[in-house]
Structure formats: C-alpha cells, structure tokens
Nanobody, 118 residues
C-alpha cells in the first residue's frame, strides 16, 4: 500500500509563491515517476509537472519557467515550487505516483487547494 500526503496549499495573491509537498510512505525509488496534477472547478484534471526516477522533468506549457518539481529521497518527498502565481493557477493540486512496475497501478494523494487571488 502506498500513501501520498500533500501539504502546502493555501491562498496567495497573484505574483506570490507557494511550495507544495507530497510525502510518500516508503521509498520513492519504487516509483517510475512522480507528478503533480491539478483540477480547476469545472475542468478536467491536467498534468502540471512530472519527475522521472532518472531525474528528467516535464512541465505543462502554462507553468514552464514558473514552477519547479524536485524531490528529496531521504525525506521521501516530492515538491512543487510555484512562483509568479496567476489566478488561473487556482485549482486542487494532486500528487501522483506511477507505481505500475512495483504495485501495478497509479496512486493519488487527497489533493490540496491552491487559490490565487487577483
């Protein structure tokens, strides 16, 4: 069983910053990839940023240059540093772990709300 616990969401003014954390139960080396997704009200869930076990990253065009995904293996935690936030970044942010090789499935956290005011 894998548990992912997000934290760090909140209310911030446009132009501000937040750092989201996703703490995993057990080693994150078990995961082929960890990623952050978001879902705004009335919209589909979309990929924000992904980090492979090999260290390669992938970002949505809308966040390139503003968001950075990183990890701390010792703390079993993946981070999403969000700078220059815009109102359109408002969404529930979810942590995702690709555990297909180890457990045959993906895992999701419960989500954390990010609200950016104009």
């Amino acid at each position: 069983q894998v548990r992912l616990l997000e934290s760090g969401g909140g209310l911030v003014q446009a132009g501000g910053s937040l750092r989201l954390s996703c703490a995993a139960s057990g080693s994150i080396f078990r995961f082929n990839q960890m990623a952050w997704y978001r879902q705004a009200l009335g919209k589909q869930r979309e990929l924000v940023a992904a980090l492979s076990s090999g260290g390669s990253t992938n970002y949505a065009d809308s966040v390139k240059g503003r968001f950075t995904i990183s990890r701390d293996n010792d703390k079993r935690t993946v981070y999403l540093q969000m700078n220059s936030l815009k109102p359109e970044d408002t969404a529930v942010y979810y942590c995702n772990a690709d555990a297909r090789m180890t457990f045959g499935r993906y895992y999701w956290g419960q989500g954390t709300q990010v609200t950016v005011s104009s």
